[in-house]
């Protein structure tokens, strides 16, 4: 699905079109929802060179995509027209595999970490969802419309009993001659995700909150190879037990220290070292010495 609308804006380029895919999670089921916006100038342009349907009606622009979407399950989600634009949504719920694994690269990251004692960083990676579009586009064979790129390219086909080519729905440029011989190289295309807050990316953040953050990606319609990335800061935990163990050995440390430096000051008795109860029992069972001048006897010899 995502390369179909990486078709879209392919033809588009130049003409005042953008495309914004986005690919997000909702209830716990992915969806994809794609928003076309197109310079109401150029749908002009668009429709006044329309082809006419089998009831002999001009193409639009709105019938054109809405029929498009709704034959591959997608449901229109909003159209309008504002500020000089046409926008339209188109939204579908992912089962399995989508259109965008099966034409794009598949958007699987893989996982690299650097360490310091207290801090782990990863840094995630994945290939761009639109690399290798390009290339299927080009390569595409005609009269085949299974997939949403070769419908956009070749229109919906069959053959009838006679071996006949049977076209019931045109290709883009033939519903739009407008569109034909429009160069694919300049087109922008934005692939949006949800993540975690606190990363950085390779992309724009668009949006933040306490739930989580919005990241862009772009990237031109063209050859290249470009990733998506991420890098996120974790806590390494056994690092910060070092640092608990090692101020817990400082506070005994201390401790300890203070402790012996309070056992090398004498104490009150050391530093007044009259014991009056020892006093009391030398004056009364010891022999009186020859320089106590009370002898005693309770008379003062002097």
Known sequence: MLAVIAAVGMLLTGCGAKLTVYDYTENGARYNMYELEIDSSVVALMESTAAVDDDGNKYTV??????FFKSFGYELKSASVADGKYVAT???RITGESELDAIGSKVEFSYTHTDDPFIRTYVAT??????????KY?????????TMLERIKNGVVARNEYGEVIKSFPSLTEAFPYLDGAD??????D?????????????ETLSSSGSGA????SRYFDASDTEISFRYERPVVYGWYMVAIAAGGITLAVFVLVTREKKKKPSLLERFPYDPEAYAYERQYLPPSGNDPDNGDGVNNE
């Open 62 to 67: 709105e019938g054109y995509f809405f029929t």
């Open 90 to 92: 188109y939204s579908k």
């Open 126 to 135: 994945a290939p761009n969802p639109f690399n290798g579009v390009r290339q």
């Open 138 to 146: 080009d390569n595409l064979e005609p009269f085949r419309s299974t």
């Open 184 to 189: 694919p190289d300049g087109l922008m295309l």
């Open 191 to 203: 692939y949006v995700r949800g993540g975690a807050r606190r990363m950085e990316s390779s992309g």
């Open 214 to 217: 919005t990241y862009k990606f």
